[in-house]
């Protein structure tokens, strides 16, 4: 038990082990156990104590029936105060690491383990994490998460590391975000320390997490945090890097999304997934934390948009023509829907400075159209042509979604079921332009038969229409904070458009 506040660590009261074992046993005993966490075990008897009793219950080491475990190696508070004792860490290596499924130290605990085992090492870059964890995997667990919160690399460093070897693969986030406000930094200049990795080492493989640095106090436990959200992603059924992925993005966010308590290091936002802040979101350097949320509810349909393979094989410039032809003239009849569905939106805004934003639009997609007309004659297709091409269900089911949307719902349905087709062009003609500028790149530039539609998508013409929309989307929250009822019916309008986007390219590849 510990005194403990934002400030620090004020004291710690060792429970007896013999209690310790029976509150173990008294969970195992009656409820069915789908993952475990260790956290602060303090001493050598109490970390004995819950190693032997997990072991005994379960079976032994190696039984089929151990669920997975993740073990939190809590040394050191943030604050300084010991959480683990020397001859503690001892017993956690040789009792603990062999029911281990993944253990999760910091710098400071992964430099404290491997001393305690005789490999004693400094960690201070990412070659010395990889190298870190690789030794830490050698000394009993299946997989070893080590943390770099302490450690803020720069975005070159990041991929020297990583383009050198092909076993380490890299993992990146919260795709919006970090494309749109960090590469943008990274590009500009890619020496400044921004970014924290995590390391995960697993079976030979190496993955690392990369994600911006957050300057806030509302850290404190964030480790504790991390440990227990991958554990629960493991009890669902994910495997340790997808458990990882999504346990290292929720701990991310619940700092982003906390409020500052106390006059220390306050805790993070532990509902941020459950509960939206009624109140002004905190931290205007966090950007658009509420089109993150959005996102990140739907991550999984939200990924197999905008990584479609019909964007890889554009990068590429393998895509088929018929495939990119049937595409452009699908997309010039969504066009008419998208004109259509912001007129819808004038008529439905309250103020001239909304209704004005709104008719703006409607005559930048007209004018847009007008351009798609000329890029779409240099492929060979004629007006007559486009005007003639019969809608695929892909396009209409789409339109219609959109519009009926806007007729039924209120305003700021509209303005979901709308960004979904905006933002994710953006995020794509983003993520070509970043990967194409990495040397011996998948994605061709210089004589790819489709850099006219990449340059636009990641031009600054369009990129400023998609801060607009990410603003517009904001602002829908800020000025009218939603319930959670009202911010599932937009996950789900922003849900559905996602997957009719993708639907859309599917139908494109379908012509294979
Ligand atoms: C019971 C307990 N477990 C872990 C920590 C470490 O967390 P932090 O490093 O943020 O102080 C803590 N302070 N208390």
């Not at 994600?211 to 440990?227: K, N």
């Not at 619940?254 to 802040?277: D, K, Q, Y």
Request: aromatic share 8%.
């Amino acid at each position: 038990m510990t005194a403990q506040n934002t400030t620090g660590v004020q004291n710690v009261h060792p429970s007896p082990p013999e209690f310790v074992r029976q509150q173990l046993n008294s969970v195992l005993s009656d409820i069915k156990i789908e993952a475990i966490k260790t956290g602060m075990l303090f001493d050598a008897d109490n970390t004995l104590a819950v190693a032997a009793g997990l072991k005994a219950h379960f079976g032994g080491v190696n039984s089929p029936k151990m669920p997975p475990l993740v073990c939190d190696p809590v040394c050191v508070s943030t604050s300084g105060h010991t959480l683990l004792q020397a001859d503690a860490v001892k017993v956690m290596i040789s009792d603990l690491f062999p029911i281990t499924t993944l253990v999760t130290p910091n710098r400071q605990e992964a430099e404290l383990i491997l001393s305690q085992s005789g490999k004693q090492m400094e960690i201070n870059s990412l070659e010395d994490m990889i190298s870190g964890a690789m030794k830490l995997r050698g000394l009993g667990p299946a997989a070893v998460l080590l943390k770099g919160g302490h450690i803020t690399l720069s975005m070159e460093e990041v991929r020297r590391v990583c383009d050198s070897s092909a076993d380490i693969d890299v993992v990146r986030d919260g795709l919006l975000e970090e494309n749109m406000e960090i590469l943008q930094v990274a590009e500009t200049d890619p020496s400044a320390r921004h970014v924290v990795v995590d390391v995960l080492h697993q079976d030979g493989a190496t993955t690392v997490f990369v994600r911006p640095r957050v300057d806030s106090t509302s850290t404190h436990g964030t480790g504790c945090t991390l440990s227990a959200a991958i554990a629960c992603a493991l009890a669902k059924g994910h495997n340790i890097k997808e458990a990882t992925r999504l346990g290292t993005t929720y701990t991310h966010t619940g700092i982003e999304m906390a409020f500052p308590v106390g006059t220390g290091f306050g805790p993070l936002n532990h509902m941020h997934s459950i509960i939206l802040r009624s109140i002004p979101l905190p931290t205007p350097s966090i950007p658009h934390p509420f089109t993150r949320l959005l996102i990140q509810a739907t991550s999984g349909i939200w990924k197999s948009y905008v990584e479609h393979d019909f964007v890889k094989q554009l990068g590429r410039g393998t895509l088929p023509r018929e495939c990119f032809i049937h595409f452009i003239k699908q997309d010039y009849h969504y066009l008419k829907y998208y004109g259509r569905a912001y007129a819808l939106l004038g008529a439905k805004s309250p103020s001239f400075s909304a209704i004005g934003a709104s008719a703006q639009t409607m005559l930048n997609v007209v004018t847009e159209v007008k351009t798609h007309a000329s890029f779409c004659a240099q492929w060979g297709v004629s007006h007559k042509e486009l005007d003639t091409t019969l809608e695929s269900p892909a396009t209409t089911a789409y339109g219609a979604f959109i519009i009926d949307t806007g007729l039924q719902g209120d305003r700021s349905k509209l303005v979901m079921a709308l960004a979904a087709c905006l933002l994710g062009y953006g995020e794509v003609g983003l993520w070509l332009r970043k990967e194409a500028s990495k040397p011996n790149s998948w994605v061709k530039w210089e004589g790819n038969p489709y850099v006219k539609w990449m340059e636009d998508y990641s031009g600054e013409h369009y990129q400023n229409a998609v801060r607009a929309g990410l603003e517009a989307i904001e602002a829908e929250a800020v000025a009218d904070p939603p319930s959670r009822a009202r911010f599932n019916e937009w996950v789900k309008i922003w849900g559905r458009c996602t997957s009719l986007e993708k639907g859309f390219w599917d139908m494109a590849m379908g012509l294979l």
